[in-house]
Each structure stands twice: as C-alpha cells, then as structure tokens.
C-alpha cells in the first residue's frame, strides 16, 4: 500500500512571493490533515478535510493561506504572500474511515528569506 | 481543552541502556494516546496507539507505554535503545469526543551514542 505522497520535499522562496504544496493521501482514506511544524515543535493542525468538505480550518491564518481539496482526494496548501515567520515543514496526513491513526507524508519543508 | 507535556527536550544514552520518554496529558474526558516518531527528514511514523484494554501497549522496533489514567501519563519506554534510535518522539492525544483532532507535545529528541 502506497503511502502519503507529497511534493515538493523542498522549497526555498523569497518573502512576499507564492508557494503551493501537493499531497495525495493514502488510497481511500476520506480525512485528509495539514500541518505546520516549526522548527523544535510539534505539528499543528492548520486545516482538516473530510472528503472535499472542510471539518476545522480554525487554525489556518487566513489572509495569507488556503487549502483546497476539489475531488476528495489530491489537495493542495498554498501560502500568499509568503513571510518570514512561515518558515517550516508543511506535513500532509490522511485516516481511514473507523481509524484513529493518522498517516503521515515526508513534508515539505519551506524556508522564506 | 486537552495539552500534552513532554517533560524532556533531549534525552542522552548510550546505546543496549534502557530509556523511559515522559508524557504527560491533560483532559476533562476520555482520551487516546499516541507515539509518533520522526527520523530527520522523514515525516511521522506511528510507534503504538492505546485506544482500549490492556494498559500495557506495544509498539515497532521494540518499544512500549504504559497508559497511568490516575496520573495522566502515558511514557515511552525501550530495554536497550540501538544507534538506529536516534529520532525525534512525539507524544498525542486525540479527545474521544472528535474522534480525529490529534494535539501533540513539543517532541522529545533522543540521542544514542556508542
């Protein structure tokens, strides 16, 4: 079973630019998680999906990012504009339907100069 | 509100040394209890889970935790840690009432040395 796919693994911008994350959750898993992980921190959720609907975007700084996950399945995150303090790793998760574990991808780790 | 403690930033030992990683949690409900690891750069790969039962939890590569509901804690534990240990640990927790919202500790990095 192919995991939690994510791309790109690195990316390196400027402040005030865009940048665009892509995940593909585990095949059949409808819940699908993003987090931001700081550099010494854990994980925090930003947005979760449920299908193509969202569950809890109570986290997810608003003016500057979006996520969306139009067929219930790929989703992408993206940042605009970007700032200093995004500096991060963007982690993708996924959790079948009657689980409670989540699955992680490798991330993406962002760095804004 | 539910938060997880992880009493220890780092934790240095040397390897075939037994090792305990401390996990506090706070809830006014029924929880579920989680170790993640994290090889550097790799994302999180679940060690074990206790949702219910035996208090006693076993996980991959040779580790354990112990679910203590009288003191809200669910530590980490290994008989003799391997170089190949070397990770970052996280402790989460789930509120039974969500069913999916995982909160995580600040992470505990262990560091196995010859």
């Known amino acids: 079973e192919a995991g939690v796919a994510q791309s790109p693994r690195y990316k390196i911008i400027e402040k005030r630019q865009s940048v665009a994350f892509w995940c593909n959750p585990i095949s059949g898993h409808a819940t699908l998680y993003w987090y931001q992980q700081i550099l010494g921190q854990g994980p925090k959720l930003l947005i979760q999906f449920q299908n193509n609907g969202v569950v809890d975007d109570s986290q997810l700084p608003k003016d500057r990012f979006s996520a969306e996950r139009l067929k219930g399945v790929d989703s992408t995150l993206k940042i605009q504009p970007a700032k200093l303090e995004d500096s991060a790793v963007y982690l993708c998760a996924s959790r079948g339907q009657g689980l409670y574990e989540q699955y992680f991808g490798p991330g993406t780790r962002l760095t804004v100069t | 509100a539910q938060s997880v403690t992880q009493l220890d930033s780092q934790v240095p030992v040397f390897e075939e040394a037994p090792v305990e990683l401390r996990c506090n949690y706070s809830s006014s409900v029924s929880v579920y209890l989680f170790w993640y690891v994290q090889y550097p750069n790799q994302g999180l790969q679940l060690l074990l889970k206790?949702?219910?039962?035996?208090?006693l939890v076993k996980g991959i590569n040779g580790f354990e935790a112990e679910f203590n509901k009288s003191q809200t804690s669910f530590h980490l534990r290994k008989p003799s840690v391997h170089i190949s240990d070397t990770a970052e640990y996280f402790c989460a927790v789930i509120h039974t009432g969500t069913a999916s919202k995982l909160t995580f500790g600040t992470g505990t990095r262990l560091q196995v040395t010859l």
């Open positions: 206790y949702l219910s039962g035996s208090t």
